[in-house]
């Protein structure tokens, strides 16, 4: 077990000391020399295969540990599956329940009937927290965190010390020249702080951690006979110890976060609860006022409260300690109940240097091991993108939805070629939608601008034709292509006619009209007429892209032509079968062929008629199944039959 105190280590073993993290860096990096390395004595520091980071330098410590209620904690977490946890770790659970380790101070087994129940509740809060959906593990970094510091001495020691009694323990690079400032005793010593309260129970002391150089030296001079035992390193010199009833036994838990969940309860045990809490909380703040001087001055202040119980310290009106005091630790081991001789013993520990004893080749070990230990980085899980939010439906007013309702009716009358129904419907609503070359809204969903652009895309005849001599459709006004300004709109590929007469395809810069949506000849002869009958009206020829127009006479020359053309086919058709006539006649007749009379034909056998032939009916069913020979068989002794039938009628 270590004697050494860390406010009065020797001056030969700080100036020697390095920190552990640069003699890993120095092994990692430098080869290893060729001289044999130091074989680790026997009496090396007994480790936990399941406590993360415990040693033990005697045999008592490690029997202590396994009775300890952090052992005891990651062998039910190890066996329910879990992974086990460090002394921080397992302290920060500590001070989550409240009363996880309080009771009176003698070790009867009331006391220790309470622990078990507090070891726990610990694992089953462990055991919740796993099955939740956002697990602790997600937060905790990669690499495991020690409340110790090593730092290394050739050629085989190593010392550990608290990184919580440095005054920025975050900053790693100054712990060893913190260390050797710590042993110049400030005028008028170290002082510190300790407060525990859980379960009704507190303990709280001042104790001086280090004399000032001057009054040992003094001391030692004025006596003139040795003291018969070394002067201790630390002295209690203020303490004092507070129980009242605030807990349910073996319930958990303190009343005040019991009517906060499920609200005031009315029962004479809950009354003397809240007046137990009130109490010790006035007697806690009393307390800390006689001692105001003696706090201010001390160096560190320990607390080890639980967040309820941590207010009574700070955060309230007039409050001796600051709420961010720069002073203000927790212990970093567990602890057990609150008692003056647990405060001693933190003391001891938080005072008491680590030391064990490795070489080189045992330290490059470990630190392989470690490196091996630590978990492997978790996968950055790919965030999707986040879905556009979908546009928020609009509010229409009664007008505008009867509107909408008029267009979509409209459209669907061009669309489906009903003519009838449209000429009553353009009577009655057509002032309302406004003029025929009014453009389609976009709502709608329609490509095309105008009426007469749908309709001659859909290919009605009749009612392309109502629409440009009765209503006077504008047919110059150009086809809207949104998605781009080529005039070639590739979304009108299926749509274009294959018919020879067709419209060539369109130079870049112009533009389409409704002549260039026509499908079939058809529906582009009714344009070329209306342009014949009413040349006035529109620029047919030019922004119409009309390229012709089609007149009653040049109607009836094409049908004259038509005429013409089928009577030549027909003059044609005469002439090949005149001269196929002609051909036969030419060709010498061929002689007529004799017929045989029945009489001289030589009368045929019986078995000449046989099915299968004369050669006899074996070689006719010659390879056959035994299925088709009885079905030819059937068929020859038939038609036997059918001959003696008409020999006998004709008799």
């Known amino acids: 077990m270590s004697q050494y105190h860390v406010y009065s280590l020797p001056v030969e073993l700080l100036d020697i000391l390095t920190p552990r993290n640069a003699v890993n860096e120095s092994q990692l990096s430098k080869p290893t020399s060729p001289e044999p390395p130091e074989i680790a004595t026997s009496s090396g520091p007994r480790t936990c295969n399941i406590c993360q980071g415990a040693t033990f330098l005697a045999l008592d410590d490690q029997r202590a540990h396994f009775r300890s209620d952090w052992h005891r904690y990651n062998v039910k977490t190890r066996l329910a599956g879990g992974k086990p946890v460090t002394e921080s770790a397992f302290t920060q659970l500590v001070d989550a329940l409240e009363d996880s380790l309080s009771g009176s101070e003698s070790s009867s087994d009331e006391g220790d009937s309470s622990e078990s129940d507090a070891v726990t509740n610990l694992v089953n809060k462990a055991k919740q927290q796993t099955r939740s959906s956002t697990p602790d593990e997600e937060r905790t970094p990669n690499a495991p965190q020690t409340a110790l510091t090593w730092f290394h001495s050739p050629p085989s020691t190593q010392i550990g010390v608290y990184k919580a009694l440095y005054s920025n323990p975050k900053n790693a690079s100054n712990y060893l020249d913190e260390l050797r400032e710590m042993q110049h005793s400030p005028e008028g010593g170290r002082t510190w702080a300790m407060f525990m309260v859980a379960g009704g129970h507190f303990a709280g002391a001042i104790v001086r951690v280090s004399r000032q150089s001057e009054d040992e030296d003094v001391a030692g001079k004025s006596s003139k006979k040795p003291l018969n035992k070394p002067r201790a390193d630390t002295e209690v010199l203020f303490h004092k110890t507070f129980h009242r009833y605030t807990t349910r036994r073996k319930q958990g838990g303190s009343q005040s976060l019991n009517d906060n969940a499920k609200g005031n309860a009315k029962s004479a045990g809950a009354l003397l609860r809240r007046y137990g809490e009130q109490s010790l909380r006035d007697d806690i703040r009393n307390l800390l006022l006689e001692w105001r001087e003696e706090i201010d ?19 309230y009106d007039d409050a001796v300690i600051l709420k961010g005091d720069d002073r203000l630790r927790t212990f970093p081991f567990p602890t057990r109940r609150s008692t003056q001789s647990e405060l001693a013993r933190c003391l001891l520990e938080l005072t008491r240097v680590k030391v064990t004893h490795f070489t080189e080749e045992a330290l490059r070990e470990q630190d392989e091991a470690y490196l091996q230990f630590l978990p492997k980085p978790k996968p950055v899980p790919t965030v999707p993108a986040p879905e556009p939010e979908k546009p928020k439906p609009i509010k229409l007013t009664k007008e505008e939805e009867l509107l909408r309702e008029k267009w979509n009716r409209l459209l669907e009358m061009v669309t489906k070629g009903r003519l009838e129904p449209l000429k009553a419907f353009w009577d009655r609503e057509g002032p309302n939608i406004g003029s025929i070359d009014a453009r389609i809204p976009e709502w ?15 290919g009605h005849e009749d009612l392309i034709l109502w629409l440009l001599e009765e209503v006077r459709a504008n047919p110059t006004i150009p086809v809207s292509n949104p998605k781009s300004d080529d005039p070639d709109d590739p979304d009108d590929g299926d749509n274009r006619s294959d018919a020879s007469d067709a419209p060539k395809t369109l130079t870049k810069g112009s533009r389409r009209t409704a002549y260039d949506l026509a499908r079939s000849k058809g529906v582009r002869d009714v344009f070329r007429r209306c342009a014949a009958a009413h040349p006035d009206w529109w620029d047919w020829l030019g922004a119409g892209r009309v390229p012709s127009v089609l007149s009653q006479q040049m109607e009836q020359v094409q049908e004259e032509k038509k005429k013409e053309r089928r009577k030549g086919l027909k003059d044609k058709v005469r002439e090949r079968e005149a001269r196929e006539r002609e051909k036969e006649k030419e060709q010498p007749p061929s002689p007529p062929v004799q017929e045989v009379p029945k009489s001289s034909m030589p009368q045929s056998n019986s078995m000449s008629n046989r099915l299968g032939g004369s050669t006899g009916a074996g070689e006719g069913v010659a390879g056959l199944t035994a299925e088709m020979r009885a079905k030819v068989e059937r068929e020859r002794r038939a038609r036997a039959a059918e001959a003696r039938m008409k020999a006998l009628a004709s008799r």
């Open 297 to 315: 001055a001390c160096e560190r202040i320990w607390i080890r409260a639980n967040g309820s119980n941590r207010k009574i310290f700070v955060g």
């Open 444 to 458: 709608t969903g329609e490509r095309r601008a105008t009426l007469l652009q749908v309709a001659t895309q859909a």
